[in-house]
């Protein structure tokens, strides 16, 4: 890079979303466009490659390695928050599944405030950023999507998706009928227009090369040799430089760090933020854009009043049951224990036909469903008298503006048959969680063959907070999901933990499961709500889907950037990551965060009358 050079765009973080950005920016050649990344470039690495290692890079150097503050309603756990310090970001460490949101839950976007942000318009940027795979006709019903009324062929993006793992192992047909007998199999490839029901999912993994397919490999390595395009990794941003003249702020310039040296750099047009959901709202503060009383607290002067920046922080609270199952049934249990001769099997089998146990992390299928108790008569009734207690209550400030518009939503997806508040998904192997210690549930892997069903939470109440903790750019932000601190989150999610017995005995998912049901931890055996809410008290986690902390609403209703992704208050800034999300996704967030990254490249090519 030359100390020189002259660039267009600034793009701070190139991680899933800045790299979709930098890609689209930099297609027309005459604009000039600079990532800085914080982390290195991994994309050779097998620990990047291989898809059963994505946990071999937590606690490395290419992970923060955040830690939220202790969460009460979790009885006190601190909970580990893997985001990707590497050229890719989180989508160079992510578990692979590759699922789109609910159609309701993006059309939701618009009716908080975001004019264009529906299904019909997203749609379009998911079907431009993966490419939908080539599968056989007769894998299709032990893929279990023979019953598919339209298969997506108009996805040809660069992110390579596939059906993960062995096409014949019998838990994704088992899953599918089970489902269909249930009456919530999904007759589409959810991508076309998803909704409520199950389905066999996708994974960024490439089907020829069984290799993770990220934002690294897939945008930005194709074009990496565009004279236009510089990338610089290892350099750490400090903060954005913001000049007030004539009443009006402008950001005018980004101060990173860089070889020990620390440096400055002028676009002629914009800084795009797009350092995740914990770091972009970081370095707001860092720069003077947030709530006065924070920064006052560390000596940094305020230069734009926006109390919002941090807050509405929300995650996927998770928690499953394994199952011990049938001795048929191949499982990744001998990897979850760390068995030596497994794991030379294993990778012997993968080095030389990229198939196998490391060719997959066990997740096949999902499920989206509505509270199946609630969709009685005398269930609603019980709704809405629960929706009636939880309402809050109308008082001033921007808070509750944003609580009372955001309550109003999850009321409309509870009371709404055909919108999931839960997502469910299967584990061709057990997972080990927290666990009340002080109880007879196992702290480690345990012997024997599991298939695990969890069930997360789609649309949290639960807000939370990121905040600086210090004007030191190199310390980590204090971070507070909060997470189920709403009744309303804890009560939604215990029902769906209950469900998951009603699926575990359902025929024929059932035939892979040992009879009787015999449960990896006994604490998960819940004959109640008030079980189930001991259980996610104990062993609730997340899934790293952090989101909504520069959030996309008026700024009135609490928001940090407008429908256009402009940081209120701020000229030439915007925010184009996971932390401008209104709400996260129905489950897994890589897929969404593809299409709004896509969609803000083309929301920054039409400001500037270029290249569409």
Known sequence: MNANEHYDFVIIGGGTAGLVVVTRLSEDPSQHVLVLEAGADYTDDPRVKTPAFFDALKNTEADWAFKTSDQPILNGRSIDLAQGKALGGSSALNAHVFVPPAKGLIDAWESLGNQGWNWKTLSEYFNKMYTSPPVDESSHATLGIDKWATVNHAAQGPIQASFPGDSTHPIRQAWAETF??????????????????????LASIHPETRERSYSASAYYNPVKGR???????????????????????????????????????????????????????????????????????????????????????????VCGI?????????TLDALARQEPEALVQAMEEYATK?????????????????????????????????????????????????????????????????QPTGAYLNIAGQTVTPV????????????GKFITIGAMLSNPLSRGTVHIQSPDPSHPPTIDPRYLSHPLDMHVLAHHMLYIETIARTPPL???????????????????????????????NTMWHVGGTCAMLPRESGGVVDAELRVYGVRNLRVVDAGALPTVSTANLQATVYAFAERAADLVKDTWGFGL
């Open 227 to 317: 004279k236009n395009l510089h990338v610089l990794t290892n350099a750490e941003v400090v903060k954005m430089l913001l000049d007030q003249t004539d009443g009006s702020v402008t950001v005018t310039g980004v101060q990173y760090k860089h070889n020990s040296d620390t440096k400055i750099v002028r676009p002629t047009k914009e800084v795009i933020l797009a350092a995740g959901a914990l770091q972009s709202p970081k370095l707001l503060e860092l720069s003077g854009v947030g709530n006065p009383a924070i920064l006052r607290k560390y000596g940094i002067d305020m230069v734009v009043d926006l109390p919002s920046v941090g807050e509405n922080l929300q995650d996927h609270a």
């Open 436 to 447: 009340d210690v002080s109880t007879d549930s196992p702290q480690g892997a345990v012997p």
């Open 180 to 201: 269909s007998g249930i009456g919530y199999y999904a007759n589409d490839d959810p991508f076309v227009g998803p909704t409520i029901g199950s389905f066999s999912c």
């Open 510 to 540: 059932h035939k892979l499961l040992q009879q009787p049901l015999r449960r990896r931890d006994p604490a998960s055996q819940l004959p109640d709500l008030a079980a189930a809410t001991r259980f996610l008290r104990a062993s609730a």
């Open 322 to 330: 394994g199952y011990e199952a049938v001795d048929e049934v191949d």
């Open 354 to 418: 990229k198939t196998g146990p490391l060719a997959y992390v066990g997740v096949t299928g999902y499920a989206y469903l509505p509270i199946v108790e609630y969709l009685t008569a005398e269930g609603q009734k019980k709704l809405r008298k629960l929706l009636d207690e939880n309402r809050p209550p109308v008082t001033e400030g921007i808070d509750n503006a944003r609580d009372r518009v955001y309550y109003e939503l999850a009321e409309k997806t509870l009371l709404d048959p055909n």
